[in-house]
């Protein structure tokens, strides 16, 4: 495609709840990273992909948190058992390698209610 | 020692006014430090960045200073626009894109 596209914008689900957020990065990129972003702040660095594996995932909070990324294009981003300071917006990015510009889609707005 | 900080908080210039945004880091391996812009419900974009073998980068209306002794850099942009109102983010980095520390963002705004 011609971006990042992140599915769906807006996620509003109850605490405790399975939420999985979609990311298709620009096609042919290997590198893709998910980042969240709290009301007011810069995005934080939750987990990185080259291809289909998690090189590092050093920024994810806690075992509630797992990514994949089973055929090194499209990432699944999945949270259980959700809790209220999880919301956020979550945003996902791809690179051609990892050592050149990263490109961020629009990013899901996650609300715990 | 990963820690980005940036400011001002916000910022309001005249249109055709110098905005000047500062960041300071604290971490000397990183090797990146990249500018990204966001508007409201969007996802941020890369505007300009420099590496530490250089001391100033210039792209249209955007410049990047950079001062490695005292771990600090900039974001000038010159005949600032009211279509430049934006949150402005700084960020640190090694290897370029990969795991980058951002600062909390400026939130500028162009009077016209």
């Known amino acids: 495609g011609a971006g990042v596209s992140q599915t769906p914008s807006n996620k509003v689900t109850e605490k405790g709840k399975y939420v999985e957020l979609r990311c298709d990065p620009i096609?042919?990129?290997?590198?893709l990273y998910w980042y969240r972003q709290s009301l007011g702040q810069g995005p934080e660095f939750l987990i990185y992909?080259?291809?289909?594996?998690?090189?590092?995932d050093s920024g994810l909070p806690n075992d509630r948190f797992f990514a994949v990324r089973p055929e090194g294009s499209v990432s699944t981003l999945k949270i259980q058992r959700t809790e209220r300071g999880d919301s956020a917006v979550y945003l996902c990015?791809?690179?051609?390698?990892?050592?050149?510009?990263?490109?961020f889609g629009q990013g899901t707005r996650l609300t715990v209610v | 020692q990963q820690q980005v900080k940036q400011s001002p908080q916000s910022l309001i210039v005249q249109k055709g006014g110098i905005s000047i945004i500062n960041c300071a880091y604290e971490?000397?391996?990183?090797?990146?430090f990249p500018w990204y812009q966001q508007f409201p419900g969007k996802g941020p974009a890369l505007l300009i960045a420099?590496?530490?073998?250089?001391s100033e980068k210039k792209e249209g209306r955007f410049t990047i200073s950079f001062n490695k002794s005292a771990k600090q850099f900039s974001l000038h942009i010159m005949d600032s626009q009211p279509g430049d109102s934006a949150t402005y983010f700084c960020?640190?980095?090694?290897?370029?894109?990969?795991?980058?520390?951002f600062g909390s963002g400026t939130r500028l705004l162009v009077r016209p």
């Open positions: 990015a791809s690179s051609l390698d990892g050592n050149t510009e990263a490109f």
């Open positions: 096609s042919g990129h290997t590198a």
């Open positions: 992909f080259q291809g289909t594996g998690a090189a590092d």
């Open positions: 971490n000397t391996a990183f090797d990146y």
């Open positions: 420099i590496r530490p073998d250089v």
């Open positions: 960020a640190g980095g090694m290897d370029s894109s990969y795991k980058l520390i």
